[in-house]
């Protein structure tokens, strides 16, 4: 069973309001990603970090930074929310390993509303 | 680019019945190919991983199988039950990162 963690699970915020959201894991894995899921659609890769002080923006455009001090946290921040960024965001870890062997590990997810 | 299709979208089936649920992908320089299972509001839990080199994987009443040369992969679910009730995903390694690109999902409904 993987041990990977998200808080808040749900959040309602107003627009302009900075949030951050949390992710951490106690596997020890190297590699960590967040992703975005809107309703009824695939999930998209946003950040992900091959270890601490690395970070890499994914293949989906974002105006979310994250920062990794800690192997074992990735928060998430928006500086200014706004409606266009509720959405679902997923966080998934995976250990260092050979290429085509690694599975992510998923957290629960946080649901965020911006009105 | 990566692109991954999951046909069909949903699927209700009755108890009992053997279902089988479809991935395609368009680029087969893939490292492995991957199943999740979604339950309503929550993460993503890895099922199944087929690498590149393996033609299949079974798990309890899974099976999943990779056919790269057609860029297809299946999941084969026997003796459905109302547990198997989730939404599925299949992902694989593509993107300017290298990174995992999904499917859509199937949305399963398994009736008592």
């Known amino acids: 069973e993987a041990d990977i963690y998200q808080t808040p699970r749900y959040l309602v915020i107003g627009t302009g309001k900075k949030i951050t959201l949390e992710c951490s894991q106690t596997?020890?894995?190297?590699?960590m990603y967040w992703y975005q899921q809107d309703p009824g659609m695939e999930l998209h890769l946003i950040h992900y970090?091959?270890?601490?002080?690395?970070?890499e923006k994914g293949d989906l455009s974002s105006e979310s930074t994250v920062s990794r001090i800690r192997t074992e946290h990735f928060p998430l921040t928006l500086e200014s929310a706004r409606p266009s960024h509720t959405s679902q965001y997923l966080c998934?870890?995976?250990?260092?390993?050979?290429?085509?062997?690694?599975?992510?590990?998923f957290g629960p997810g946080t649901r965020l509303t911006v009105l | 680019k990566q692109e991954v299709t999951q046909i069909p979208a949903a699927l209700s089936v009755p108890e009992g019945e053997n279902l089988v649920l479809n991935c395609s992908f368009t680029?087969?320089?893939?490292?492995?190919l991957q199943w999740f299972r979604q339950d309503p509001g929550k993460g993503l839990t890895s099922l199944l991983l087929i690498q590149s080199s393996q033609r299949e994987q079974t798990s309890g009443r899974l099976n999943a199988s990779l056919d790269k040369s057609s860029g297809r992969s299946t999941l084969y679910i026997a003796a459905s039950q109302p547990g198997d009730s989730a939404t599925y995903l299949c992902?694989?390694?593509?993107?300017?990162?290298?990174?995992?690109?999904f499917g859509k999902g199937t949305k399963l409904s398994v009736k008592p």
């Open positions: 992902a694989c390694y593509g993107g300017s990162q290298g990174n995992l690109i």
């Open positions: 998934a870890s995976s250990e260092t390993r050979t290429r085509g062997t690694d599975t992510q590990y």
């Open positions: 596997m020890g894995h190297d590699k």
């Open positions: 680029d087969s320089a893939i490292y492995n």
């Open positions: 970090s091959y270890g601490v002080n690395s970070t």
